[in-house]
T-cell receptor, first 109, second 115 residues
Framework: SQQGEEDPQALSIQEGENATMNCSYK?????LQWYRQNSGRGLVHLIL?????REKHSGRLRVTLDTSKKSSSLLITASRAADTASYFC?????????FGAGTRLTVKP | EPEVTQTPSHQVTQMGQEVILRCVPI?????FYWYRQILGQKVEFLVS????????KSEIFDDQFSVERPDGSNFTLKIRSTKLEDSAMYFC?????????????FGPGTRLTVL
């Protein structure tokens, strides 16, 4: 089954605006993680939220988790051009991590 | 800051050839993983490895694939007879003894091109 489906698929905003990306999943999870990937590069871990947590902050990032709705959101506040990248959520139903297709975020200067 | 490293950064091979992709996980980590990402597609789980054995593998990880931790530092992915559709970025990841409640650290990837 598909795990970690993000929406929107693409998001374009102006520098300084907030960006919100959503993720839905299907099975029960131990944790949910968000990663960033610049074009053609590796994955950079952003934040991990455990299944018993509802919200987590890290700098300009805010992640929420609603296990009853099987959904998570990633909010990037005061976006910068350097935030331009693809953002993936990933879940671990077992000892295997499943990634979504990602949201392509473009921040225009 | 410790990081996962992978070599080579780019590997070009002929169809049917064997390739070995190498990874050096972070030194005190106990769990190791391989993922692949076909160009323009999502990252896909291949295999997880713990305590010198495979703990989980996906349907992609068929008999053509194998993993090994030949010494205390390297973690390798071998593809015995490469196919065109094996062309992808291959990422290695590791995590520490915290297990499922800690993050996985990813390497920069190896781009495999099968001609």
């Amino acid at each position: 089954s598909q795990q970690g489906e993000e929406d929107p698929q693409a998001l374009s905003i102006q520098e300084g605006e907030n960006a919100t990306m959503n993720c839905s999943y299907k099975t029960s999870i131990n944790n949910l993680q968000w990663y960033r990937q610049n074009s053609g590069r590796g994955l950079v871990h952003l934040i991990l939220i455990r299944s018993n947590e509802r919200e987590k902050h890290s700098g300009r990032l805010r992640v929420t988790l609603d296990t009853s709705k099987k959904s998570s959101s990633l909010l990037i506040t005061a976006s910068r051009a350097a935030d331009t990248a693809s953002y993936f959520c990933a879940t671990e139903p077992g000892n295997d991590m499943r990634f979504g297709a990602g949201t392509r975020l473009t921040v225009k200067p | 800051e410790p990081e996962v490293t992978q070599t080579p950064s780019h590997q070009v091979t002929q169809m049917g050839q064997e390739v070995i992709l190498r990874c050096v996980p972070i030194s005190n980590h106990l769990y190791f993983y391989w993922y692949r990402q076909i160009l323009g597609q999502k990252v896909e789980f291949l295999v997880s490895f713990y305590n010198n054995e495979i703990s989980e593998k996906s349907e992609i990880f068929d008999d053509q694939f194998s993993v090994e931790r030949p010494d205390g530092s390297n973690f390798t992915l071998k593809i015995r007879s490469t196919k065109l559709e094996d062309s992808a970025m291959y990422f290695c990841a590791s995590r520490d003894r915290g297990g499922l409640y800690n993050e996985q650290f990813f390497g920069p990837g190896t781009r495999l091109t099968v001609l």
